[in-house]
């Protein structure tokens, strides 16, 4: 068997049901570990109890089958990896590589909009705290499988960004770059609204001394009036009654036009889409 060892993964946060956005990056992220030969796992963002929406875990995962993606592997839940999380940070740590800060978003935002390191020397510190990494990197580049070279120019990949909120719960950086060392991931697939993200990520993996994934950017879906379909825009979940429907327009999204020719069925579109993506892929 062509096995290679690419590892890609899908890693929703459950704090609603999966809208076309969704689709879009889950599509996109499958058809590239199938095309590599490779894994394709699900992650379940849900480190944030507050965000998540009763019942999304469950609709996620009905959502994706119902579109014949079908992951490797038992479904990862971050809630269930804190024990991981400890031991990245305890490492950080041990580096010295961490401080507690007690400024406020409004502290912050009435100096500048991004943080400047206010809290690094500080020798007192009231509580409640969140825990902020010394960011020795400035990640201003990113190489991207589909996009190539990118520029990314914001101040957030300079700041000392926050891995353990003042509410004691892990920050998303924190998180996704435990779990994607942690799994193994080779490559990661996202929307290009977290590029930033991936820059700040860059920063982590290098500070702990792993080796950099591969990133793929994908589009971002947007709604008529130009902003980027979400949760919180209230973008419509995906309807289960055309899932056929729905595969096409992602696919369009990832400009990939379904033939006419092609059955109108979800494996058959899938089929097709494997096929073309590989072709279209440099
Ligand atoms: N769970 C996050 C999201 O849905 C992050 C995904 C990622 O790290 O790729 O936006």
């Given at each position: 068997m062509n096995q290679t060892s690419y590892i890609g993964r899908f890693a929703p946060s459950p704090s609603g049901p999966l809208h076309m956005g969704s689709l879009v990056t889950?599509?996109?992220?499958?058809?590239?570990?199938?095309?590599?030969?490779?894994?394709?796992?699900?992650?379940?963002?849900?480190?944030?109890?507050?965000?998540?929406?009763?019942?999304?875990?469950?609709?996620?995962?009905?959502?994706?089958?119902?579109?014949?993606?079908?992951?490797?592997?038992?479904?990862?839940?971050?809630?269930?990896?804190?024990?991981?999380?400890?031991?990245?940070?305890?490492?950080?740590?041990?580096?010295?590589?961490?401080?507690?800060?007690?400024?406020?978003?409004?502290?912050?935002?009435?100096?500048?909009?991004?943080?400047?390191?206010t809290c690094r020397d500080k020798k007192q510190i009231q509580a409640p705290y969140s825990l902020r990494i010394k960011n020795q990197f400035?990640?201003?580049?990113?190489?991207?499988?589909?996009?190539?070279?990118?520029e990314v120019n914001s101040n957030?990949?300079?700041?000392?960004?926050?891995?353990?909120?003042?509410?004691?719960?892990?920050?998303?950086?924190?998180?996704?770059?435990?779990?994607?060392?942690?799994?193994?991931?080779?490559?990661?697939?996202?929307?290009?609204?977290?590029?930033?993200?991936?820059?700040?990520?860059?920063a982590l993996f290098k500070t702990l001394g792993k080796a950099l994934p591969q990133c793929l950017h994908?589009?971002?879906?947007?709604?008529?009036?130009?902003?980027?379909?979400s949760k919180q825009n209230h973008a419509p979940a995906l309807n289960l009654n055309k899932t056929e429907e729905n595969l096409i327009i992602a696919l369009d999204h990832l400009n990939l036009p379904v033939p006419k020719h092609i059955p109108q069925q979800t494996q058959a579109i899938l089929d097709w889409a494997i096929q073309a993506w590989a072709d279209s892929t440099p």
């Amino acid at each position: 068997m062509n096995q290679t060892s690419y590892i890609g993964r899908f890693a929703p946060s459950p704090s609603g049901p999966l809208h076309m956005g969704s689709l879009v990056t889950a599509l996109g992220s499958f058809l590239q570990a199938k095309v590599n030969n490779g894994k394709w796992l699900l992650r379940i963002d849900d480190i944030d109890p507050p965000r998540i929406m009763a019942g999304a875990i469950e609709s996620i995962q009905v959502t994706l089958k119902a579109h014949g993606l079908i992951w490797d592997d038992d479904v990862i839940l971050q809630s269930q990896n804190s024990q991981y999380y400890e031991h990245i940070l305890s490492q950080l740590s041990r580096q010295n590589l961490l401080y507690p800060c007690e400024c406020t978003r409004a502290q912050i935002k009435a100096i500048g909009e991004f943080y400047s390191g206010t809290c690094r020397d500080k020798k007192q510190i009231q509580a409640p705290y969140s825990l902020r990494i010394k960011n020795q990197f400035n990640i201003s580049q990113i190489n991207d499988v589909r996009l190539g070279q990118l520029e990314v120019n914001s101040n957030a990949t300079q700041e000392d960004f926050i891995v353990r909120r003042k509410d004691g719960l892990y920050a998303y950086h924190l998180a996704s770059v435990a779990d994607d060392i942690n799994l193994g991931v080779t490559e990661i697939v996202r929307g290009e609204d977290l590029i930033t993200a991936t820059a700040c990520q860059w920063a982590l993996f290098k500070t702990l001394g792993k080796a950099l994934p591969q990133c793929l950017h994908l589009p971002l879906v947007r709604s008529a009036d130009g902003r980027k379909f979400s949760k919180q825009n209230h973008a419509p979940a995906l309807n289960l009654n055309k899932t056929e429907e729905n595969l096409i327009i992602a696919l369009d999204h990832l400009n990939l036009p379904v033939p006419k020719h092609i059955p109108q069925q979800t494996q058959a579109i899938l089929d097709w889409a494997i096929q073309a993506w590989a072709d279209s892929t440099p």
